[in-house]
């Protein structure tokens, strides 16, 4: 079974605070994925990876940052926290042609006051 | 603006009834996914579709792709409380990268 951790199941923090969110897959999958999910509006994507130390922004990149730097971990970091950013974030991977399937990890939901 | 539209947003059913939900869109992809996710947890993958017209049956689910593969839908025989959750659908259009719908929230009372 595909195996998708994230660091921390709840975050609370502070506007203006740095943020890490850390995510870990287990099946060697090249692609990793960023998404924030908000009612209504369903997941967008943040950042996405197709190989250590590649990235490219996805649809709503402001306001992050991510690093890859080993192929089993992807990070995603808020430079300085906004209460807009209050969110469910969602870790994804995925294996080359795997007709675009993914798999998540629990996901970690952000609380900025 | 979604490029997948799900319908309907809610559904509530009894226990034993069946449903249907809908995943539409203008743009063809070359597969479709459908997940179910509970409250506080990430989606988790039920299927994935790739041959326009296809039909996989998981249980008391079944799943279709539309022969033009712009459009899918998923039916519940029968429905338990087990089956509730938010029902996503997401497209891929040939590169790795999925469009979601906004999803289906469903309620199966006892």
């Known amino acids: 079974d595909v195996k998708v951790t994230q660091s921390s199941r709840y975050l609370v923090k502070r506007t203006g605070e740095k943020v890490f969110l850390e995510c870990v897959q287990d099946?060697?999958?090249?692609?990793m994925f960023w998404y924030r999910q908000d009612p209504g509006l369903g997941l967008r994507l943040i950042y996405f990876?197709?190989?250590?130390?590649?990235?490219e922004k996805g649809d709503i990149p402001e306001g992050y940052s991510v690093s890859r730097e080993k192929k089993e971990r992807f990070s995603l970091i808020l430079e300085s926290a906004s209460t807009n950013q209050t969110s469910m974030y969602l870790c994804?991977?995925?294996?080359?042609?795997?007709?675009?399937?993914?798999?998540f990890g629990p996901g970690t939901r952000l609380l900025v006051l | 603006t979604q490029l997948l539209e799900q319908s309907p947003q809610f559904l509530s059913i009894q226990e034993g009834e069946n449903l249907t939900v809908y995943c539409n869109s203008s743009?063809?992809?070359?597969?479709l996914q459908w997940y179910r996710q509970e409250p506080g947890e990430g989606p988790v993958l039920l299927v994935t579709?790739?041959?326009?017209?296809e039909v996989k049956k998981l249980k008391r689910l079944t799943f279709q792709f539309g022969d033009a593969r712009k459009d899918s839908s998923l039916h519940i025989t029968a429905a338990q409380p087990g089956d509730t959750g938010l029902y996503l659908c997401?497209?891929?259009?040939?590169?790795?990268?999925?469009?979601f719908g906004a999803g289906t929230t469903v309620t199966v009372r006892a």
């Open positions: 997401a497209g891929a259009r040939g590169d790795y990268k999925l469009s």
């Open positions: 579709v790739v041959t326009g017209g």
């Open positions: 099946m060697d999958h090249e692609n």
């Open positions: 743009s063809v992809f070359s597969s």
């Open positions: 990876s197709y190989d250590v130390k590649m990235k």
């Open positions: 994804a991977s995925s294996p080359p042609r795997g007709k675009g399937t993914q798999y």
